[in-house]
Structures are given as C-alpha cells and as structure tokens.
C-alpha cells in the first residue's frame, strides 16, 4: 500500500473588510486571506471528500484523503472569523500561539484561547516573542520555547504537544529544546508533504498565500507542484545562508516585497 502523505497547510491572520490587520508591510499582508477566500478554500475540501485534520489527527497519517489546517501567530480571527468556518465545514485544525502577544491589539485574550480550545480545536505554541529560533543564545531559546509553552499551558490548565517555528527557521538547537520542553511535534514551513517516515520535529508546511488561486489550492492539497516551490525555497535557503538572516531579510523586504510567516 502507498505511503499516506499528508500536506500541511499555514494559515495566518485573516482579512475582513473595515478591520485593521495587526501588521500593514507587504511581507506580512502576501500570508493574510480575506475570509471569503479562507471560506472558499474549506468549501472546496469538504466538497472534494479531503477531511481538514489537527496536527494530532494527522500523526496518525489516516488512509482517507486529507490536509493538515494549521495557523500561526494566535491573531483574534483565529476565534472570530477562522473556528466558525472550520465549524461549519466539519474541519479540525491546529492554533499555534505566539504567547507573549496573547491579550495584545489584534490577538487572542487568554479567555478566547480557552474558548478556542473548548470548541474542540487543538493549541499549539509559537514561540514567546516570534523571534527567528536560529539566532538566539540558549537562555533566549529556554524563553521562546520552555517558558511559551508553561505560559500557554497555564492558560488553558492541560498541556501542549505541538510547536511551530516563526519565519520557519529553526537549527538542531531549537530542535533539542522543544524535545526536552516536551513538544511532540514541531512543524516549519518547507515545502514537502508529510508521511510516517518525516520525522515528527521536522514537519512540512505550505503557506497558503493571499493571491493563490483556488485551482493551485486544490492543487497544493493534493500535493501537486510541490516540487517546484521546494526548488525556490532551496534557493532562498541558500542565499539566506551565505547572507545571514538579516541582510537576508532586508533585501527580501525591498526586492521581493516577501517578509513575516
Ligand atoms: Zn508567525
């Protein structure tokens, strides 16, 4: 039998009209969809038969055909706008909370993280301060991952399993630390389905785009064309290495118009 690949999908903040995002540079508005595209896309899984899974869910790595729905960031529409439309659609889906934002404009309040999670759907962590894991000291990283997810944790009175890494960086470090804090999982953002055989701390993830069409959704779903954003992806890595990441990031803001995850 084959393998059952599962691709992880990124959410972010979502966009209504009248309403302010948390942040207004490009680099962050390219990942914000407006909820009737958000909407879209969650009609178009359940009417293609794709079940929307937790990132637990999908550990199991069902047979049945299905995607992994996860967000980052722990913005407000997580509660307002994204759960009810995964609600009505019959989709599970992860919240990975940046917790040193929480109760912040724009994010979740401690009482909305519960409600989120009393509503069935599963929390994650996403670091204290959205930092990039692969630069910090390990003091810093004890912060961002140890301490984010007691703070989380005592918020919601039960524990956490899952971790996502800001802008997707992540080193052997940041990996050990999650291990040893007692995550179970941590996801990234590279370009690649998931299977049994990915490891548990190196999750795939595909950021869903504000301008992506809803065929390249159905596409990206179902694992299709992949390939070729790993190949851009291996390029930015690339030159993210020789550079370092913040010239990196400065010359991705101004030529490229690219920027937060
Ligand atoms: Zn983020």
């Not at 302010?20 to 390219?30: A, I, M, N, W």
């Not at 804090?181 to 941590?186: D, N, P, Y």
């Given at each position: ?15 209504l009209p ?13 990942y ?89 759907f ?5 670091s ?19 301490d984010?997810?007691?703070?989380i944790?005592?918020i ?61 959704f ?44």
């Open positions: 039998m084959a393998l059952s690949r599962i691709v992880f999908l990124m959410y972010h903040e979502l966009e009248g309403r302010q995002l948390v942040q207004s540079e490009p680099g962050y508005v390219r914000i969809l407006a909820l009737d595209t958000f909407r879209n896309q969650m009609q178009w899984l359940k009417s293609s038969g794709l079940r929307g899974l937790n990132v637990s869910d999908a550990l199991l790595y069902p047979a049945e055909p299905s995607v992994c729905i996860t967000f980052d960031d722990g913005c407000e529409t997580d509660l307002i706008d994204a759960a009810p439309v995964l609600r009505e659609f019959g989709a599970r889906a992860t919240f990975y909370l940046t917790a040193g934002f929480l109760g912040t404009p724009g994010y979740l309040t401690a009482d909305q993280v519960r409600q989120l999670d009393s509503l069935g599963e929390i994650g962590c996403h204290m301060t959205h930092p990039y894991l692969s630069d910090l000291s390990d003091a810093e990283l004890g912060r961002e991952i140890v984010a997810k007691l703070h944790e005592r919601l009175g039960h524990a956490i399993e899952h971790f996502s890494c800001p802008g997707g960086r992540y080193d052997e470090r940041t990996l050990a630390t999650a291990r040893r804090a007692g995550f179970r999982t941590v996801a990234n953002s590279r370009f690649h389905a998931n299977s049994s055989s990915t490891s548990a701390y190196e999750l795939g993830r595909v950021a869903i785009l504000r301008d992506l069409r809803l065929e390249d159905a596409a990206t779903c179902q694992g299709r064309g992949l390939w070729k954003k790993q190949l851009q992806d291996r390029t930015r890595q690339t030159v993210r290495q020789v550079l370092g990441n913040r010239i990196y990031d400065k010359l991705r803001a101004t030529v490229l118009g690219e920027g937060h995850q």
